[in-house]
């Protein structure tokens, strides 16, 4: 390869990480609460909130005021496709480790459907990341949960406690 082809090919890679801090600096930062409307955010804090068992798997209503608003929320994920080499490109975003898997689903509003724009390495499924896109308000079914939310994925980085 030569200079000028790398050189490019550097202040490329550069200008999509500064791109994505971009974007994340602009993002809503959003807690799962903050996806839970109003109307039934009693009855939800009603059920056991940390017991996965006490909540509904069925779809349930999502805030719609955040229909296209660029969002950044933490979480861990649930792979939904993984290619050969190990990357995942689709996925559920889920308030705490285990959920869909170890647990019965927490409610649609507490799961967000990610399609990730560049498929990510993840290492381990323990690790809980940030995701970062917009989001849309729209019920999606998968193998493991009904999700109240979707999102294609901008920037995806690991949580830093």
Sequence with gaps: ???SNRVIRQGIAVTLLLGGIAIADDARELT????IP???ATEQQGNNSFDPFAMPAFPTGVVEELNGVLVKIPGFVVPLEVSEEGKVSEFLLVPYFGACIHYPPPP???????TAEEPMDLESTWEPI???GEL???FRESLLAY???TM????IEIYEY
Excluded: P
């Excluded at 799962?32 to 996806?35: E, K, N």
């Excluded at 294609?152 to 920037?155: D, L």
């Design 130 to 132: 940030w995701a970062t």
């Design 136 to 138: 849309k308000t729209e």
């Design 32 to 35: 799962w609460d903050d996806l």
């Design 38 to 40: 109003a109307s039934e």
């Design 1 to 3: 390869m030569n200079v």
């Design 108 to 114: 649609a509003n507490q799961i967000v459907y990610i």
């Design 147 to 149: 999700s109240g939310y």
């Design 152 to 155: 294609t994925a901008q920037a």
